[in-house]
């Protein structure tokens, strides 16, 4: 049975950093590329990045204003995946997701707040 538990939200000031922790069981994880997505209230769920599987381990960021400030790595050894977050603005408050795709099959974690407020 596949399952994301992501962790590691909290509140935070305007440019402080938090990490988020996506800890992956029941499949082989590190032949899988992972996503971490994003819902702020009252808008759509967005992509925030992606990294790929096997030991490569590409990155992609989808919004230009996360590149730079934003990290996502995984260790094959642990079934995990992070989402380093630095210099957090108002705007990057959501409730974060992490995703991956076996086959036809998509699977999401719980999600974790993450709320940046002064």
């Known amino acids: 049975q596949v399952r994301l538990v992501e962790s590691g939200g909290g509140l935070v000031q305007p440019g402080g950093s938090l ?3 996506c800890v992956a069981s029941g499949f082989t994880f590190s032949r899988f590329g992972m996503r971490w997505y994003r819902q702020a209230p009252g808008k759509e769920r967005e992509l925030v990045g992606t990294i790929a599987g096997g030991n490569g381990g ?8 996360v590149e730079g400030r934003f990290t996502i ?6 079934n995990t995946m992070y ?12 409730v974060y997701y992490c995703n991956t795709q076996i086959s036809l099959d998509v699977y999401w ?3 974790t707040q ?3 407020s002064s």
């Open 109 to 111: 974690g719980q999600g």
């Open 19 to 21: 990490r988020l922790t």
């Open 83 to 94: 989402l380093q977050m630095n210099s957090l603005e108002v705007e990057d408050t959501a």
């Open 114 to 116: 993450v709320t940046v």
């Open 73 to 78: 790595s995984r260790d094959n050894a642990k």
């Open 58 to 65: 590409g990155t992609y960021y989808a919004d230009s204003s």
